[in-house]
């Protein structure tokens, strides 16, 4: 979990700052993927899904 939680902060911090300056190509196009696998196994994943849900029902309910 430790790992997985430091490479989720790795991935975060490099796409941060890929984003930050524009630069998009297939590195950052690869850097956003693993962000999102590693992510997905951390405990942030449910609260994640639930916020997603919400937003896709508020914005039917409008």
């Given at each position: 979990?430790?790992?997985?939680?430091?490479?989720?902060?790795?991935?975060?911090?490099?796409?941060?700052?890929?984003?930050?300056?524009?630069?998009?190509?297939?590195g950052s196009a690869f850097i956003a993927i693993m962000f999102g696998f590693y992510l997905a196994s951390t405990g942030a994943s449910q609260p994640m899904n639930d916020l997603t849900t919400a937003v896709v029902n508020a914005i039917g309910n409008l």
């Amino acid at each position: 979990m430790a790992i997985t939680v430091s490479l989720v902060a790795l991935f975060g911090l490099v796409l941060f700052f890929l984003l930050r300056s524009k630069t998009l190509g297939y590195g950052s196009a690869f850097i956003a993927i693993m962000f999102g696998f590693y992510l997905a196994s951390t405990g942030a994943s449910q609260p994640m899904n639930d916020l997603t849900t919400a937003v896709v029902n508020a914005i039917g309910n409008l």
